[in-house]
T-cell receptor, first 115, second 113 residues
Framework: AQSVTQPDIHITVSEGASLELRCNYS??????LFWYVQSPGQGLQLLLK??????LVQGIKGFEAEFKRSQSSFNLRKPSVHWSDAAEYFC?????????????FGAGTRLAVHP | ETGVTQTPRHLVMGMTNKKSLKCEQH?????MYWYKQSAKKPLELMFV???????ENNSVPSRFSPECPNSSHLFLHLHTLQPEDSALYLC????????????FGQGTRLTVV
């Protein structure tokens, strides 16, 4: 069965520091991978997605993620964090089946940013 | 504006009440979803509608009843809920054809008292 693991429940970084959020997945076929961000009291906003092609994908707000098949990972990175990046981040694997996108989410990583 | 609108944003209901959550998408999508987000638990897929037909029901209790009258609207009818049903309920939509992501609404924060 598909699953997503986000090993870090909470991460705290200083503003301006680099960031890497880890995501590991378990999926038998070529995965469709997503990173979403959720601010308090809000829904989920897509940061970036990987379907095929270049394994380094660029997203919104200066985020990028790298798909590494050998490690079953899809880690999210940002070179310099801003205070407004404080939020919860969710990695998801998608299965396109029966004409819809069934997303399996990780438990999320809550990011705090110190000034 | 995400293109997916949920109402109400907040709802407090007693265990004997009947209420409905509404979701409307303005993106021309033809698949719609209900997710449940509880504290300390991953997002759980509840229901999927594909071209207005329910294609997935993830063992959701019958006190939750979805309705999809057309491809733009999705409802979740609630009755005789339990306190453990308190959660953020998220609606999402996507396009069936091709590889596309799901777009989420802002959610309805439900509290059952």
């Amino acid at each position: 069965a598909q699953s997503v693991t986000q090993p870090d429940i909470h991460i705290t970084v200083s503003e301006g520091a680099s960031l890497e959020l880890r995501c590991n997945y378990s999926y038998g076929a070529t995965p469709y991978l997503f990173w979403y961000v959720q601010s308090p009291g809000q829904g989920l906003q897509l940061l970036l997605k990987y379907f095929s092609g270049d394994t380094l994908v660029q997203g919104i707000k200066g985020f990028e993620a790298e798909f590494k098949r050998s490690q079953s990972s899809f880690n999210l990175r940002k070179p310099s964090v801003h205070w407004s990046d404080a939020a919860e981040y969710f990695c998801a694997v998608g299965q396109i089946s029966g004409g819809y996108n069934k997303l399996i989410f990780g438990a999320g990583t809550r990011l705090a940013v110190h000034p | 504006e995400t293109g997916v609108t949920q109402t109400p944003r907040h709802l407090v209901m007693g265990m004997t009440n009947k209420k409905s959550l509404k979701c409307e998408q303005h993106l021309g999508h033809n698949a719609m979803y209900w997710y449940k987000q509880s504290a300390k638990k991953p997002l759980e897929l509840m229901f999927v509608y594909n071209f207005k037909e329910q294609t997935e029901n993830n063992s959701v209790p019958s006190r939750f009843s979805p309705e999809c009258p057309n491809s733009s609207h999705l409802f979740l009818h609630l009755h005789t809920l339990q306190p453990e049903d308190s959660a953020l309920y998220l609606c999402a939509s996507s396009q069936v054809e091709g590889n596309t992501e799901a777009f989420f609404g802002q959610g309805t924060r439900l509290t059952v008292v």
